[in-house]
């Protein structure tokens, strides 16, 4: 089945500074790319998501990049925020219409005012 | 528009005992899809319903099942309960189906039910 790694597992950023967390994932056949972003208590909220079809998405200061030659993507936070701080997880899906997830450990952000 | 809705919030059980999970999707989404958050980790696929079908299930035993009903909504149970089976259990509603769709098959999450085995 699907193996999704994600690094680093804890990372500090000064304020104003961007963050990068990257992703690798097993399945050859996995299409879709999600990021959701999970606040202490809170539930996991979809931040940005790709598909196969596309090498790059912006949305405002998040973008998402993939490279399905290396299987591996990463998110990409600019001017950040103390708002940022959160756990952030990334997954992937192999199947279309199949709609299991598998999600990489996490990585905990923080951000330093 | 309501979002996702789980219940109960919080709840502790005993080893053995058994558990029932609610999950209401968002009005209009026909899939529910479970999942087990253990503290520290990523959230791991336990099922995934659509119009009432088992559409996936994960490497879980078969303590654990799932039921959907004609209204949408899930109830996720598990019996004979473990010290290990203490997580947070969240319910996630899409509006299934997909055929090219864009949005079909992105997933909301409700704020989960966690679970303590003592």
């Known amino acids: ?113 | 528009d309501a979002g996702v809705t789980q219940s109960p919030t919080h709840l502790i059980k005993t080893r053995g005992q058994h558990v029932t999970l609610r999950c209401s999707p968002i009005s209009g989404h026909k899939s529910v899809s479970w999942y087990q958050q253990v503290l520290g980790q990523g959230p791991q696929f336990i099922f995934q319903y659509y119009e009432k079908e088992e559409r996936g299930r994960g490497n879980f035993p078969d303590r654990f099942s799932a039921r959907q009903f004609p209204n949408y909504s899930s109830e996720l149970n598990v019996n004979a309960l473990l010290l290990g089976d203490s997580a947070l259990y969240l319910c996630a509603s899409s509006p299934g189906s997909g055929q090219g769709i864009p949005g079909a098959n992105v997933l909301t999450f409700g704020a989960g039910s966690r679970l303590t085995v003592l």
């Open chain 1, 1 to 113: 089945g699907e193996n999704v790694e994600q690094h680093p597992s804890t990372l500090s950023v000064q304020e104003g500074d961007s963050a990068v967390i990257k992703c690798t994932y097993s399945d050859s056949a996995s299409n879709y790319f999600p990021w959701y972003k999970q606040e202490l208590g809170k539930r996991p909220q979809l931040i940005i998501d790709i598909r196969s079809n596309v090498g790059e998405k912006k949305d405002q200061r998040i973008a998402v990049t993939l490279n399905k030659t290396a299987k591996h993507f990463s998110l990409h936070i600019t001017e950040t925020q103390p708002e940022d701080s959160a756990v952030y997880f990334c997954a992937a899906r192999a199947y279309f219409g199949n709609e299991k997830l598998t999600f990489g450990t996490g990585t905990r952000l923080t951000i330093i005012p």
